[in-house]
């Protein structure tokens, strides 16, 4: 039997099912990572600051519109599509089994494929918040010609609902996403390298029977997994749709 049979089998016989995703399942919807050659951290920031710094919450502070500048011409992909991989699991939701994802990624793209169950541990680029009076507004907020987005109710100044650098993750995303790890029998970890903190930690949690990494680069997982992927997601997911998964 080959590995995608496999891996064709377990997902069949889970009920109880984890996608813990990161940046590489959004790159085929044209959304770049953070660290490969071309990716966010590696790209002209246009100013004299790494990116890293730039999306830190005391930059956000000092600077919201040199913040704002980078972070429409980065951050926000609003022509973004839901791929086959985002596609595939919220299928295998639709089909009745009990399925959560985990993301590190904020683009809300597991959402516009279907998936119901998503804990957001970075936040979401799809929700923003003014910093005064709390009032909720969408994308289109973000996107308006000011420099810096202003509440039209309190004139205060409109954040991304994201998590940035030098900022805590929401506990109670936190408390969702390691409740539904450690309640899983499969745990599937898409496109992400598992370098960042605290987020990949919480795969410690896991304690069902099948662990599967699908990445195109190896991870220092790759040792604890019952099965490594290292190809492209989309690759992985059209097989599995041809083994009937």
Avoid: W
Wanted: glycine fraction near 8%; charged fraction near 25%; charge should be negative.
């Amino acid at each position: 039997m080959t590995d995608i049979e496999r891996l064709a089998q377990i997902l069949k016989a889970s009920r109880r099912l984890v996608v813990f995703t990161g940046a590489g399942i959004s790159v085929p919807s044209g959304i770049p990572d953070f660290r490969s050659a071309d990716g966010l951290y590696n790209r002209d920031s246009g100013c004299s600051l790494p990116p890293e710094q730039i999306i830190s919450r005391s930059f956000f502070d000092r600077d919201p519109a040199a913040f704002y500048e980078f972070y429409r011409s980065a951050m926000l992909y609003e022509n973004a599509k839901p791929n086959k991989a985002h596609r595939f699991f919220a299928a295998l939701e639709k089909d009745g089994r009990d399925v959560a994802v985990v993301t590190q990624n904020i683009d809300g793209l597991h959402q516009a494929a279907g998936s119901t169950r998503v804990f957001e541990l970075h936040g979401s680029v799809k929700r923003n918040n003014c910093m005064r009076c709390g009032a909720f507004y969408g994308t289109e907020a973000i996107l308006t010609k000011e420099p810096v987005p202003h509440c039209p109710r309190c004139g205060g100044i409109i954040k991304p609902d994201v998590v940035l650098y030098e900022e805590p993750l929401d506990m109670d995303v936190v408390s969702g996403a390691v409740a539904a790890i450690e309640k899983a029998d499969v745990l599937v970890v898409v496109g992400t390298s598992l370098v960042v903190y605290p987020a990949a930690s919480y795969l410690r949690y896991f304690r069902g029977g099948s662990l599967i990494l699908i990445n195109k680069s190896s991870t220092d997982y790759d040792v604890q997994a019952d099965l490594a992927f290292h190809r492209d997601v989309i690759d992985v997911v059209t097989e599995l749709e041809q083994l009937g998964v």
